[in-house]
């Protein structure tokens, strides 16, 4: 590689991971970080003072772009918008980009959803990438205090709305484990006393399978729901445990067809929160992640 492809590459780590935490979505990251690409070799890289402020810049305010355009998008999307899942088959070889599982959950990537983008960005470069106040600032395109500002009133929305709970690895996925087994039994009361009183379930269809347009609550009404599916579809339904996000999930196979991704929040002792992606376009991206990781791991 030449040395300005060599120097991209170099930063395309942090990029995507910036740009995927903006917009939740693995392809808009990497239209993204084409059009930065792009704009990389346009430009005189000789002159430039940090090949990789420069890069943060440009790949900051596409997002920015892009995130607006997005969300106007998706005033018209039926039902529930959730992030695109990431799935990894082994914990032990996580995605590149997944620097740190607490910042690229489905719950947490929810909540930035609340930010307007340039609240969302300022608060990614200082809290989730370190970056210092006049990175922020030249990235933004603003002074120093309005950048202060910008993630002082991000971190006060947040604050209230951030994931509630620290849970161990090895406690979610027990949890997980004992709810995947009740849920393929149909065993009703077993998933009844994993899920907490005030549960609470969202899925997303894109508009295109079937979901729920209301975010449905309670521990019963969720355990009827699996039970009705266990019924329903039997030994053909079988769920495979991954991650999902760096959180661990599961994936529900009807044969030998995806029908959804499931991410779990937990309290340490039960289930509290369920975001279950159907949307058959998000789906069909994350299929192809799952068999190239099993591709992978031989």
């Given amino acids: 590689m030449d040395q300005r492809t060599t120097l991209f590459q170099t930063h395309r780590k942090r990029l995507m991971g910036l740009a ?21 070799n346009e430009s005189d890289t000789d002159s430039l003072r940090s090949a990789e ?29 959730l992030p695109e899942p990431l799935v990894e088959v082994s914990p032990d070889s996580p995605q590149q980009l997944l620097e740190r599982a607490d910042d690229v959950s489905v719950a947490f990537l929810m909540v930035l959803e609340r930010l307007a983008p340039e609240e969302r960005a300022a608060f990614l470069l200082r809290q989730v990438f370190d970056a210092d106040y006049a990175e922020v600032a030249q990235a933004l395109g603003k002074s120093e205090a309005a950048c202060r500002q910008l993630v002082h009133r991000a971190g006060e929305r947040l604050r209230e ?127 192809a992640q799952f068999r190239r990781g099993l591709s992978q791991n031989g």
């Fill in 161 to 287: 709305q951030r994931p509630r709970f620290a849970v161990s690895r090895e406690t979610h996925v027990r949890l997980l484990k004992a709810f995947a087994d009740a849920a393929g039994r149909g065993d009703l009361a077993q998933m009844r006393e994993l899920l907490a009183e005030d549960a609470e379930l969202l899925s997303d269809g894109g508009g295109k399978v079937k979901a729920f347009t209301q975010v449905l609550r309670g521990a019963q009404r969720l355990a009827q729901l699996y039970f009705a599916v266990a019924r329903r579809y039997g030994p053909v339904m079988r769920m495979e445990l991954v991650d999902v996000n760096g959180v661990p999930g599961l994936m529900r196979f009807m044969g030998e067809e995806l029908e959804s991704i499931q991410s779990f929040e937990t309290d340490g002792q039960r289930i509290v929160s369920i975001h279950a992606q159907r949307n058959p376009d998000k789906l069909a991206r994350a299929m």
């Fill in 20 to 40: 995927w935490r903006m917009l939740g979505s693995a392809a808009d990251a990497e239209d993204v970080l084409q059009d930065a690409w792009l704009r990389w």
């Fill in 53 to 81: 402020a420069w890069l943060v810049t440009v790949v900051t305010r596409l997002s920015i772009d892009r995130l607006r355009a997005a969300r106007a998008e998706r005033a018209h999307y039926e039902g529930f918008w």
